[in-house]
């Protein structure tokens, strides 16, 4: 890992190609031909069109942290609260590499180690490199450690009336260990500028591949939903698999979008010849829409997303929502808000949230920019498992605000309310 950012650097600061040589007097044609082979290779390396767009808005400054030279390192102390979790805290360590005079990221590193008062432990390394072939290209590469003692299993889409304390009580969860990474890599195949097809910002189409593998080892007592399921008391799962498919990006900004959208369709194979214990397919549809009503300051956020599962479903994917970007759902801080964690697991999900944020200024701290926020949001599933003839919507919804640092850093409360109880969530990063 360490090795590739090390080439990423590298290849990143690398001085440019000489400039073409003319023959002149006195020149040779061996020279000449150098010279022009050099050429050629120079144009194979250097990409089509300037490099992408900024993420920051021009009156915007970078986020600095310590930095040398384009490198800069930036810690972050975390907060979560979450009730099924508890209060977790923890450190994010940021490391980005962007060259003078870019306007993107050329690396950038972040480890996340988090532990919550009820022994939740959640460890992240991500790395996403860009640009590295000169072909706008992503590469994101990303390893997980998950020791969560209150795994949270209710059962494959239940819908039984159930209360909080019900739900948190030993017999709804499972302990989990889980320990496992994911990367893809993401190219364009057309970019549009502002203008083109009616939109503000640059948008990329892209295709992307990837792989996923996790081991989970899942540990319960005798008088739980699992075992009455028909499982063991300890077993071990692998979840290996493929994916493939099609995204488009055209938001303004990575972190706290004002415009633009986010879309992405894929499709998931996993089986033994990845690693797999079981054999499934999933197929992922999500997409997000960002767009200023009224004012500028005024946004409204949408998202429609279709996951449907195909085959031995693990129960980890179960309960999240695949495509490009994974959550974690129906229920808890990003789906389902106001709904306890995991609440509705199933094989075939649709979800949709609709947020209406509010920014009506900006506090500038020396060269910093805080956006205090206000925002209102509504959140829609529906979850079906097999040989089900009970299943119903499930709508929450609820107020929240939220910080925006240098449009680069996000941190939300929002208090949810469903039919079945009320949470207030503190975390990092809107919920799309």
Do not use: C
Not at 31 to 43: E, F, Q, S, Y
Not at 153 to 176: C, K, M, T, W
Not at 285 to 290: A, N, T, V
Not at 412 to 428: K, L, M, N
């Amino acid at each position: 890992m360490l090795g590739t950012l090390g080439l990423a650097v590298a290849l990143a600061v690398a001085p440019g190609s000489s400039p073409p040589t003319a023959i002149g007097p006195g020149g040779s044609f061996g020279a000449a031909a150098r010279a022009a082979a050099g050429r050629v290779l120079a144009r194979r390396k250097a990409p089509d069109r300037p490099a992408p767009g900024p993420r920051l808005s021009p009156k915007e400054e970078e986020p600095r942290g310590f930095r040398v030279q384009g490198h800069r390192i930036l810690p972050v102390p975390t907060i979560r609260a979450e009730p099924s979790v508890g209060l977790t805290l923890g450190l994010r360590a940021r490391y980005v590499y962007r060259p003078p005079g870019e306007t993107f990221d050329h690396a950038r590193l972040d480890v996340v180690g988090r532990v919550s008062t009820k022994r939740v432990q959640d460890h992240t390394l991500d790395l996403q490199l860009r640009d590295l072939l000169h072909r706008q290209e992503i590469l994101d590469l990303g390893l997980r450690f998950v020791d969560d003692p209150v795994f949270p299993y209710i059962g494959i889409a239940n819908f039984e009336p159930l209360s909080r304390d019900q739900l948190q009580a030993p017999p709804q969860r499972v302990h989990v260990r889980s320990i496992g990474g994911a990367m893809d890599y993401q190219q364009p195949f057309a970019v549009f500028e502002p203008g083109q097809l009616g939109i503000e910002t640059t948008g990329y189409a892209r295709w992307l591949v990837g792989a996923r593998f996790a081991h989970d080892r899942i540990e319960s007592e005798p008088d739980t939903r699992w075992i009455d399921d028909g499982n063991p008391l300890a077993t071990s799962l692998r979840r290996g698999s493929v994916f493939g498919g099609l995204a488009w990006d055209s938001r303004d900004n990575g972190w706290s979008p004002t415009k633009g959208s986010l879309h992405d369709v894929s499709v998931e194979l996993g089986g033994p010849w990845v690693g797999s214990t079981q054999v499934f397919t999933r197929f992922n549809g999500s997409f997000r829409f960002y767009r200023p009503i009224v004012s500028p300051k005024v946004i409204l956020a949408n998202q429609f997303l279709a996951d449907a599962i195909v085959g031995d479903a693990p129960l980890w994917n179960q309960g999240e929502l695949g495509g490009l970007l994974v959550r974690e759902g129906i229920g808890g801080r990003d789906t389902g808000r106001g709904y306890f964690r995991r609440r509705f697991v199933g094989p075939l999900k649709l979800y949709g949230s609709v947020e209406l944020r509010v920014e009506p200024y900006e506090i500038r701290i020396r060269k910093r920019t805080l956006t205090p926020a206000l925002k209102a949001f509504m959140d829609v599933g529906y979850v079906r498992g097999p040989g089900q003839d009970d299943a119903r919507p499930i709508i929450s919804g609820g107020p929240g605000a939220y910080i925006v640092w240098d449009r680069f850093f996000v941190f939300r409360v929002d208090a949810g309310f469903s039919p079945e109880g009320q949470a207030i969530y503190f975390t990092t990063d809107h919920a799309f």
